[in-house]
């Protein structure tokens, strides 16, 4: 157990349809990292979460958006949703630096969020 | 742009044998590299890591080798063990940490 807790586990819904994951990273933790894993794909970096800010962004689509709260907790909202969406959903939490970056550079990876788009 | 690269999806090892996992970056200026290890329905564990200025990181039956010059790194599972079959993912970062770039992942088998 990772201690990165992600929900839900699976979901499938319809084209066009609006979903939210949400992630409670490790205690203590205070960046929390979304990542998209496509069939046949590696782990595609979304976005960085570091203490309620944005920090990094990657190849994130602006159908999708981010936040973290301030308890930590963070969600990932995917909107108008395409077949091409299905994927993977990971979550992955960190020990970090003031700086944000990982101290170690080990991510603490949740179960993943499954999500199916009909 | 896919700027870690494993180009082999799968590799099949008899137990006891060693694997040998292959990865390829092209950016140069990444100078912290990470294997993770992936179970089926569980999340990407982390597994060993090595900074730019070895070229060898060692940790019980894992070894992993740095080559900058030829921006290649491997890891060496030795003896491979049935528990052992999962997915290997390499990743690499830049110094400032906030973005990691993983690889597509390599399957091994270890086969009884």
């Known amino acids: 157990d990772s201690g990165v807790t992600q929900t839900p586990k699976h979901l499938i819904t319809a084209t066009g349809q609006r979903v939210t994951l949400r992630c409670s990273p490790r205690?203590?933790?205070?960046?929390v990292y979304w990542y998209q894993q496509s069939l046949d794909q590696g782990l595609q970096f979304l976005i960085q979460?570091?203490?309620?800010?944005?920090?990094a962004k990657g190849n994130i689509l602006e159908r999708f958006s981010a936040q973290q709260f301030p308890d930590l907790h963070s969600e990932l909202n995917l909107s108008s949703l395409e077949l091409g969406d299905s994927a993977l959903y990971f979550c992955?939490?960190?020990?970090?630096?003031?700086?944000?970056?990982?101290?170690?550079?080990?991510?603490?990876f949740g179960e993943g969020s499954r999500l199916t788009v009909l | 742009d896919q700027q870690v690269k494993q180009n082999s999806p799968s590799l099949s090892v008899q137990e006891g044998r060693i694997s040998i996992l292959n990865c390829d970056y092209t950016?140069?200026?990444?100078?912290?590299f990470l294997w993770y290890k992936k179970y089926p329905a569980e999340g990407p564990t982390f597994l060993i890591s090595?900074?730019?200025?070895?070229d060898k990181n060692e940790d019980g039956r894992f070894t992993v080798f740095l080559n900058k010059s030829a921006k290649h790194l491997s890891l060496h599972i030795v003896p491979s063990q049935p528990g052992d079959s999962a997915v290997y993912f390499c990743?690499?970062?830049?110094?400032?940490?906030?973005?990691?770039?993983f690889g597509t992942g390599t399957s091994l088998t270890v086969i009884p």
């Open positions: 950016n140069s200026m990444f100078d912290y």
């Open positions: 205690s203590g933790d205070l960046s």
């Open positions: 090595i900074s730019s200025i070895k």
């Open positions: 992955a939490s960190s020990v970090n630096l003031l700086s944000g970056g990982p101290a170690t550079g080990e991510l603490f």
């Open positions: 979460y570091y203490n309620g800010e944005e920090r």
């Open positions: 990743a690499a970062s830049t110094n400032t940490g906030n973005q990691f770039y």
